[in-house]
């Protein structure tokens, strides 16, 4: 049920490394220009409750629910930055977390569980950096370089993209009261910059609230999947919207990565919607 076949292709990637690109699950009216191609790709504005350029909201939290953020959901550029970089790389994992925006739809449309889901690309502005990160406007990523956030002005995507996007959620989620919050991220199967293996199918993150991990774990193993226990990541090191919204506020959350070449078709985002669903809702009765 979870395995799929990856091909290697030209170049030494793997199939499965790409997904949505701007046409499917756009969030921003933008265009994205790239110099190699001399041409721009449209994104056109997409569903959503509540949205504008730095985030979407679908659905009605309830108190004591639970309820999902996406951080990297987004590629979009706004048309007045340019990133420099060729135009398909913003269809992979570097610009976006493939396959999130179309599962926190379904989560939110199928399941009851509200998103709050980034509108524009991480490779603009890393919503889930701290502000004094050097990735949070990052020069390079896996490999390959950006050149137009070289002496880009940080404070002002700070105050542009960051600072809204996490006041939005803290109000957000206060007005939630919710019971759990679903983190959730997507991980590429191969790095270009680094020749190790990546074999979960799923893993869990955390920093120091392992409350809502520790019963997800076995809960997913038993569902089949091979599951990392703060891996591919560690929640130690890379967690900060959650350690922000939900470790410094007392409010239980599960953060998952899903690995992005089981995220690709329709039928993925449907069963990943569906068992995270089921599994965020056994979570959340267990801690009580």
């Known amino acids: 049920m979870w395995q799929r076949q990856r091909c290697r292709l030209a170049g030494g990637r793997w199939r499965g490394d790409y997904g949505e690109g701007a046409s499917q699950h756009p969030f921003v009216s933008s265009k ?13 504005a997409n569903g959503g409750r509540d949205m504008n ?26 048309a007045d930055i340019t990133l420099g970089i060729p135009e398909h790389l ?20 199928d399941h009851a569980i509200p998103a709050h889901i980034a509108a524009v690309s991480r490779l603009v502005c890393d919503l889930n950096r701290e502000e004094t990160a050097p990735g949070l406007v990052p020069e390079t990523s896996d490999g390959h370089p950006i050149p137009g956030n070289v002496g880009a002005d940080r404070e002002g995507r700070l105050g542009r993209f960051h600072r809204p996007y996490h006041t939005a959620l803290e109000q957000w989620l206060e007005a939630a009261e919710p019971a759990l919050i679903l ?24 920093n120091q609230d392992d409350r809502a991990a520790r019963i997800a774990i076995p809960l997913l193993v038993a569902e089949g999947l091979h599951v990392g226990d703060n891996l ?7 967690n900060y919207t959650m350690n922000r919204h939900a470790e410094a506020a007392g409010r239980p959350y599960l953060g998952v990565e899903l690995r ?8 993925d985002h449907t069963r990943w919607a569906a068992l995270l669903a089921k599994i965020a809702q056994r979570v959340a009765s267990a801690l009580g």
């Not at 997507?186 to 293996?197: N, V």
């Not at 591919?232 to 890379?238: A, E, F, N, T, W």
Request: proline share 8%; net charge negative.
């Open 32 to 44: 994205v220009e790239t110099p190699e191609h001399g041409l721009s790709t449209t994104l056109e």
């Open 53 to 78: 350029e730095v985030f979407r909201q679908i659905g009605a939290p309830a108190p004591g629910g639970i309820v999902l953020v996406a951080d990297h959901a987004s590629n979009a550029v706004p």
């Open 90 to 109: 913003l269809h992979e994992h570097i610009a976006i977390d493939i396959g999130t925006a179309a599962i926190a739809e379904r989560l939110a449309q």
């Open 183 to 206: 983190s959730l991220h997507s991980f590429t199967p191969r790095l270009a910059s680094r020749d190790e293996p990546r074999p979960w199918q799923v893993g869990v993150l955390y």
């Open 232 to 238: 591919p990541y560690s929640g130690r090191d890379l």
């Open 260 to 267: 992005q070449d089981l995220t690709q078709t329709a039928e």
